[in-house]
């Protein structure tokens, strides 16, 4: 008899918001109500974001498939053909390390960012334009470790903004489109994989040309994409301390 009044009680208290059971009951009803959510995307500014997204993600496939493929390994070998292989397996290496450690690390901080631009946005938006600056900054070096140096820079930016555009399917489309948006992402970056190979094959004779078309698109295209879809609610997120227990446990509570 007094287990049915507690649950009675707490539903009752729960309805109006006080208790901890109805807060976690609204919040439930909010994740799967895409109207009771106002960061979630409707409609036009559905198909904006997931085309954005699309883009986006084109993009940055493009650019790996033909910095790495075609343009750094071309630009590489002028510098030592003997080397090459082994100058390439050095960079690969570098590369591979910082790339791995920046991707959880920046995904985590991005969790905690408080903006009055999201979470997400300021990681596009400044990564991207630090990736790029640095990016083409690698098709005029002459040497090896210089390269080595701004590729590297180039790669950290990238793989920091890399995880807040991915989050931002799960942050603004409801729970039921998220496979199908995920899919449109996931066709964007095969087919830029492609694209990046070829138009770094055929501009291989212009190099500065085409690390800045690379550079210029993605920067571009994050750019606009953060400004056409920004947030426009402030965030309300409790302020957590950067670095703590659970920092790469996920343990951060997002209301």
């Known amino acids: ?66 910095v790495l493929g075609v343009l750094l390994p071309n630009q590489i070998a002028e510098f030592d053909e003997a080397s090459k292989a082994a100058n390439l397996a050095w960079m690969f290496a570098i590369t591979s390390i910082f790339s791995t450690l920046t991707t959880p690390i920046a995904g985590a901080l991005s969790d905690r960012t408080r903006s009055r631009w999201g979470r997400r946005s300021p990681w596009i938006a400044i990564a991207s334009l630090i990736g790029s600056a640095a990016l083409f900054g690698v098709s005029w070096m002459t040497g090896f470790w210089s390269l080595m140096v701004l590729w590297v820079m180039a790669a950290i930016a990238y793989n920091a903004m890399q995880p807040a555009m991915t989050t931002l399917i799960a942050d603004r489309f409801a729970p039921e489109t998220r496979g199908a948006v995920s899919g449109i992402v996931g066709a964007g970056m095969t087919a830029g994989l492609t694209a990046g190979t070829v138009v770094a094959g055929y501009l291989a004779g212009e190099r500065v040309l085409a690390y800045g078309l690379f550079a210029g698109a993605i920067a571009a295209s994050c750019l606009v994409s953060d400004y056409k879809n920004r947030v426009r609610v402030y965030c309300r997120h409790k302020k957590t301390p950067l670095l703590r227990a659970g920092f790469f446990t996920g343990s951060v509570q997002v209301r």
Do not use: C, H, W
Request: glycine content about 8%; charged content about 20%; aromatic content about 8%.
């Open 1 to 66: 008899r007094d287990d049915i009044r507690t649950m009675l009680r707490d539903a009752k208290i729960g309805f109006t918001g006080s208790s901890e059971t109805g807060k976690r009951i609204m919040a439930s009803a909010a994740d799967t109500n895409p109207a009771q959510n106002p960061s979630y995307v409707l409609g036009p500014q559905r198909t904006k974001l997931q085309l954005s997204l699309m883009v986006n993600f084109f993009l940055l496939m493009a650019l790996y498939s033909g």
